[in-house]
Nanobody
Framework: QVQLVESGGGSVQVGDSLTLSCEGS????????IGWFRQPPGREREFVAA????????DYAEYVKGRFTVSRDNAKNTVYLEMSSLKPDDTAVYYC??????????????????WGQGTQVTVSS
């Protein structure tokens, strides 16, 4: 099991940048794919990005591709989500999660079995 804690959320203006961090504890953190999800107000949780254990392969949702970058530092047990050109539609609670070793995919909530508590990102126009 991996414990995850997100940080870095806040209130920003349209076009601003923000970097979220996801710090993990547990020896298995470095061998787990870590995903970022978000839940906008009144909507279901949706996939944002994921990064493999070796940090060389990443996946992005179409609506963040080119604006968001996911990276990781396994020595610090931390995964980052750099967000730029933020839009009001990016307003959501952002969660990081560790993918289940038995999962078949990487973009669905049920592929992940350890979750952080979430951090709020609010983008105002």
């Amino acid at each position: 099991q991996v414990q995850l804690v997100e940080s870095g959320g806040g209130s920003v203006q349209v076009g601003d940048s923000l970097t979220l961090s996801c710090e993990g504890s547990g020896r298995s953190f470095s061998v787990r794919t870590i995903g970022w999800f978000r839940q906008p107000p009144g909507r279901e949780r949706e996939f944002v990005a994921a990064i493999r254990p070796n940090a060389k392969i990443t996946d992005y949702a179409e609506y963040v591709k080119g604006r968001f970058t996911v990276s990781r530092d396994n020595a610090k047990n931390t995964v980052y989500l750099e967000m730029s050109s933020l839009k009001p539609d990016d307003t959501a609670v952002y969660y990081c999660a560790a993918r289940s070793p038995q999962a078949m995919g990487r973009t669905r909530s049920y592929d992940y079995d350890d979750w952080g508590q979430g951090t709020q990102v609010t983008v105002s126009s």
